[in-house]
């Protein structure tokens, strides 16, 4: 039960966080937390449809080529 509350404060934070990131102009936040099977997700743009897909994530930022992905990893 402890460690399940300092989870959930993390998890509050880093959502504040990303509240407080997406507020600057020209940046946009998606932000994702699968816990237990249950997601938060966050936002900054004010409508739901925006989630960058995983092909887009590469292009803006390529993973290093040593990271292997499993099939369930990629939609």
């Known amino acids: 039960k402890r460690e399940n509350e300092g989870i959930n404060r993390r998890k509050d ?3 504040n966080k990303a ?4 507020e ?4 946009d ?4 937390i699968c816990k237990y ?3 938060t997700t966050y936002t900054s ?6 989630q960058p897909s ?3 994530i590469q292009y803006t930022y390529p993973l290093p080529k040593n990271v292997r ?7």
Do not use: M, N
């Open 19 to 22: 509240f407080e990131l997406g």
């Open 54 to 56: 995983f092909a887009e």
């Open 13 to 15: 934070t880093l959502v």
């Open 29 to 32: 936040v998606a932000l994702i």
């Open 37 to 39: 099977g249950q997601y």
């Open 45 to 50: 743009r004010g409508y739901v449809s925006w």
């Open 69 to 75: 992905l499993l099939p369930e990893d990629i939609e």
């Open 24 to 27: 600057f102009d020209r940046i």
